[in-house]
């Protein structure tokens, strides 16, 4: 079984542009969630999308957004770039919730703003 | 909101050495609780879960947790480690499993020979 592919693995970004990183969640998994690492803060909780909704939002401001397909892949939007927002970002993929089993991650993809 | 504390940031310890890496969450309802772990250059890998029942766990790698309820802990132990156990451990809650995962910021250990 596959696991959670997540694409590019890397990606060097201007200040002030926009980027789009996309995850392809495990086959048959419904949730997808998206977190933040950074050095100083660990992982931070970014959203949840399960069937296409977004079921929870972390505490980002709105240039974070993202959205999930009929096919349950992701993708993750972040506008007007900023130096703080370099980090590496990980994708999990659940059946559904995680009431009992897992979150399976993804390799993650490392954004670094110049 | 609840919150996961990781008590050390960094740990180093001889091969063979037993270990021990706190975790404190801050809810008092009904908790799932994991320990990931992030080998240098890899994705996180779940080495084990509590959802109920016997609070000793017993995880991949010869990994085990006990779960004790009155002090809000979950801390990973091992009785000896090895040099391939070099990586990044993080202690993870989720309410009944209906919230998203809030993770500890994390335990840094460094196994030396």
């Known amino acids: 079984k596959a696991g959670v592919t997540q694409t590019p693995r890397y990606l060097i970004k201007t200040r002030g542009q926009q980027v789009t990183l996309s995850c392809s969640p495990i086959s048959g998994h419904r949730s997808v969630s998206w977190y933040q690492q950074t050095p100083g803060q660990g992982l931070q909780f970014l959203f949840e999308y399960f069937s296409e909704t977004q079921r929870n939002k972390g505490n980002f401001p709105g240039r974070f957004s993202g959205r999930q397909f009929s096919n349950s892949r992701s993708e993750m939007n972040v506008s007007t770039l900023e130096l703080g927002d370099s980090a590496l970002y990980l994708c999990?993929?659940?059946?559904?919730?995680?009431?009992?089993?897992?979150?399976?991650f993804g390799q993650g993809t490392r954004l670094t703003v110049v | 909101a609840q919150s996961v504390s990781q008590h050390n940031h960094h740990v180093i310890l001889s091969e063979a050495a037993s270990l021990e890496l706190g975790c404190n969450y801050s809810y008092g309802g009904t908790v799932n609780l994991f320990w990931y772990v992030q080998y240098p250059g890899q994705h996180l890998q779940l080495l084990l879960k509590?959802?109920?029942?016997?609070?000793l766990v017993k995880g991949i790698k010869g990994f085990e947790a006990e779960f004790i309820k009155s002090k809000f802990s979950f801390n990973l132990r091992k009785p000896s480690v090895q040099w391939s156990d070099t990586a990044e451990y993080f202690c993870?809650?989720?309410?009944?499993?209906?919230?998203?995962?809030?993770f500890g910021k994390g335990t840094r250990l460094s196994v030396i020979a």
């Open positions: 509590y959802f109920s029942g016997d609070p």
């Open positions: 993870a809650v989720t309410i009944s499993g209906n919230t998203p995962l809030v």
């Open positions: 999990a993929s659940s059946p559904g919730t995680l009431m009992n089993t897992e979150a399976f």
